[in-house]
């Protein structure tokens, strides 16, 4: 893209461009109140070569906006704790709330071409976050966001000009990173990368607008046009539905709820016996994975009264408390309601090293959320396909991900309500909702058919967890996450 864009300059008086610059800055702060009554939420990516005035453009358009629903972020170079987490953990992070900008100030596309030229990733890796930025891009845009990608162009002679200029005074010297120099020296090399990546993630859904930087004034005005025209698009598109997608990922054969047996026994002293025995297992595995910085990221979904919690705290009594983070999932709250479903789950990630256990989880989307009218039809629907993406962007990162479905039958369900709306001290676990949810038994027996069958992957496996024996069960899942944690070291403890 960059190799084929020639700049070219143009005759506009500087008054007209004064004058245009004006009349798009008076639309833009138009267009602030206009996303926040469509709830649109628009993030902004600056990209470009070194003192090509990626701060100064934003700067200008953000002159004139309300200050209370932006915000400006400088995407500097990752810092340990970012660069624990997947690759795109630290962008998905700063996306806006419904009806702000966000507006960063380089981002991937500098991070990548820098860890290609310090020899950090090799070309599959490249190719492998090329794809997940790809995947990215769909993702907001599918999920009602607008994502306005801009690259500012200058030529090697003008971008020498300039760091020579701002190194020649004290006041802006500092803004000169050897990095700039480097681009000037590797000019060829870094257009290479550049280009490799604009064109691979320069799709018809969120494409790149090359910006002519070299005249200043010029190149507000190109972006203005950018921006205020994708709003307008954006707006009048708002209510044309995404397409549902259905990539062909390795998928595991799966038996429905119905088929799965539920009579298995353990007493309580082959259950004391075992749990030490599996605990101290799992104690050793968690130092193994600390070491080797491998994360594991665990999901429990399950009927009501199934034995969720319990099955979590034998679980998690192995680990170092240093290491782990249990998340209770419960509705969003109104700011994470206001950004990307999956936006609060990508915010509650491990540290590579470290173990996430999920109490309840993204599956939401196609379970509660679908069946009681809390998304569209082509959202949930879309949402199988994402959540396998999101799952294989984790298992990409190096993580184990672990998935487990804590299955009980209806009778056993019965009997585990009333005992806890009869015993004191346990009606608190026992709601209405709880009740309700019980009389779509089938309802959401087929829904969790469907997403188990569809999202039961070789990289992100379903586990039925057979808990109308608890003890059972609490075992059954401690051996499973040993195993998957030792085929993942290639060890056995």
Request: aromatic fraction near 10%.
């Amino acid at each position: 893209m960059l190799k084929n864009y020639e700049i070219r300059r143009y005759q506009m008086p500087q008054e007209e461009i004064k004058a245009l610059v004006k009349q798009k800055r008076e639309e833009l702060v138009h267009q602030q109140q206009l996303i926040k009554e469509h709830k649109l939420p628009v993030l902004v990516l600056i990209e470009g070569w070194g003192a090509a005035g990626k701060g100064t453009l934003i700067g200008n358009l953000i002159k004139e906006l309300d200050p209370r629903f932006f915000t400006v972020i400088n995407m500097d170079v990752p810092v340990e704790k970012e660069k624990r987490k997947p690759f795109l953990w630290r962008y998905m992070e700063q996306i806006p709330e419904a009806g702000k900008f966000v507006f960063l100030d380089s981002g991937w596309v500098d991070e990548l071409t820098d860890a290609v030229l310090a020899e950090e990733i090799d070309d599959e890796v490249l190719e492998q976050r090329i794809q997940q930025i790809r995947t990215f891009d769909r993702q907001l845009k599918d999920n009602g966001y607008l994502v306005v990608k801009l690259f500012l162009q200058i030529p090697k002679e003008e971008q020498k000009r300039r760091l020579g200029k701002l190194s020649q005074k004290k006041d802006t010297k500092w803004r000169v990173a050897d990095k700039d120099h480097m681009q000037v020296k590797k000019r060829k090399k870094y257009e290479e990368i550049y280009d490799r990546i604009l064109e691979a993630t320069n799709t018809g859904y969120v494409p790149w607008n090359i910006v002519d930087a070299v005249d200043k004034r010029q190149a507000l005005l190109q972006a203005l046009h950018v921006l205020t025209n994708q709003i307008n698009q954006a707006v009048e598109n708002e209510r044309i539905l995404p397409e549902i997608l259905h990539k062909d990922y390795p998928l595991l054969k799966m038996q429905p709820l119905a088929k799965i047996p539920l009579d298995q026994e353990m007493t309580k002293e082959e259950y004391k016996v075992r749990l030490k025995e599996l605990q101290k297992k799992l104690k050793k595995l968690h130092n193994r994975i600390y070491r080797m910085r491998i994360p594991v990221v665990i999901a429990y979904e399950g009927w009501d009264a199934a034995g969720k919690g319990g099955n979590i705290k034998r679980l998690s009594g192995a680990l170092d408390p240093r290491g782990f983070e249990v998340h209770p999932i419960a509705s969003p709250e109104p700011h994470e309601k206001a950004r990307h479903y999956l936006w609060r789950f990508y915010h509650r990630l491990p540290k590579d090293g470290h173990i996430a256990i999920f109490d309840r989880s993204w599956y939401g989307r196609v379970m509660v959320e679908r069946l009681e009218g809390f998304c569209s039809e082509n959202d949930w629907k879309r949402a199988y396909n994402e959540i396998n993406e999101f799952e294989k962007v984790l298992s990409d990162w190096g993580a184990v991900v672990i998935k487990f479905w804590v299955h009980i039958d209806k009778e056993t369900q019965l009997a585990r309500f009333t005992q806890r709306q009869n015993t004191p001290g346990k009606e608190w676990k026992i709601t209405e909702e709880d009740w309700r949810n019980r009389e779509k038994w089938d309802d959401y027996e087929a829904a969790i058919d469907e997403m188990i069958a569809r999202t039961s992957t070789e990289n992100a496996p379903w586990y039925v967890v057979q808990s109308n024996n608890k003890y059972y069960a609490r075992i059954q899942a401690i051996e499973i996450v040993i195993r998957e944690i030792e085929q993942r070291l290639g060890v056995e403890i």
